[in-house]
């Protein structure tokens, strides 16, 4: 079971791009990684996935390194409203597999 | 917002109460999932049930007991809580078999609080 570790939580000030990293050392060789976004009170929103180098969409950019170890969710040009908790998941999609979301990085941007 | 819904919204409950929460999905998936949330901690995943059948467990007391009587719907029924059990209680769908890799269609939650 592959864990993440993420910084607890992060400020930034509007307009800056926020990279948020995540660290997960015992990510096995099938294992996807994936970001959520979690407003309070709400269920949290997929933003990206991955499994190796970069990925791109409209909301975000998510870079992997070549030992898979760590990734970094980068999110250009913040807003107000992408204050949030920024989850990172890391599993594979074998089903029975168990899956942990973590503590995630709530994120503060500030005007 | 999504095609994940949850009801109640707000549950009140004491603890030697029965109470039922239901969750329904309209996006055709095959994998639902139940996830408990409480305040400063990270998501727990509770039960995850993949074509009508649980596929996790986790270890939940018993006094959580999931249903799944088709694809689109997934209940979890409540009996004899504690004040710990309190929390935001989450459902979420996703396409293929139950897993990490696949895209959670996540509700917005049952606000649970056990008096």
């Known amino acids: 079971l592959a864990k993440t570790t993420q910084p607890i939580s992060m400020d930034s000030y509007e307009g800056q791009e926020v990279n948020i990293t995540c660290s997960h050392n015992n990510i096995a060789t099938n294992d996807y990684i994936t970001w959520y976004q979690q407003f309070p009170s709400q269920g949290p929103r997929f933003i990206i996935q991955g499994y190796k180098t970069k990925v791109t969409n409209e909301v975000a950019s998510l870079f992997i390194p070549a030992d898979r170890k760590s990734s970094t969710l980068s999110l250009p040009r913040v807003s107000l409203s992408d204050t949030a908790v920024y989850y990172c998941?890391?599993?594979?999609?074998?089903?029975?597999?168990?899956?942990?979301f973590g503590t995630g990085t709530s994120l503060t941007v500030i005007p | 917002e999504t095609g994940v819904t949850q009801t109640p919204r707000h549950l009140v409950m004491g603890m030697t109460n029965k109470k039922s929460l239901k969750c329904e999905q309209h996006l055709g998936h095959n994998a639902m999932y139940w996830y408990k949330q409480s305040a400063k901690k990270p998501l727990e995943l509770m039960f995850v049930?993949?074509?009508?059948?649980?596929?996790e467990n986790n270890s939940v007391p018993s006094r959580f007991s999931p249903e799944c009587p088709n694809s689109s719907h997934l209940f979890l029924h409540l009996h004899t809580l504690q004040p710990e059990d309190s929390a935001l209680y989450l459902c979420?769908?996703?396409?293929?078999?139950?897993?990490?890799?696949?895209?959670?269609?996540f509700g917005p939650g049952t606000r649970l609080t056990v008096t």
């Open positions: 049930y993949s074509l009508e059948e649980r596929v």
């Open positions: 979420a769908s996703s396409h293929g078999l139950a897993g990490p890799s696949y895209e959670q269609y």
């Open positions: 998941l890391v599993g594979e999609s074998n089903t029975g597999n168990q899956f942990y």
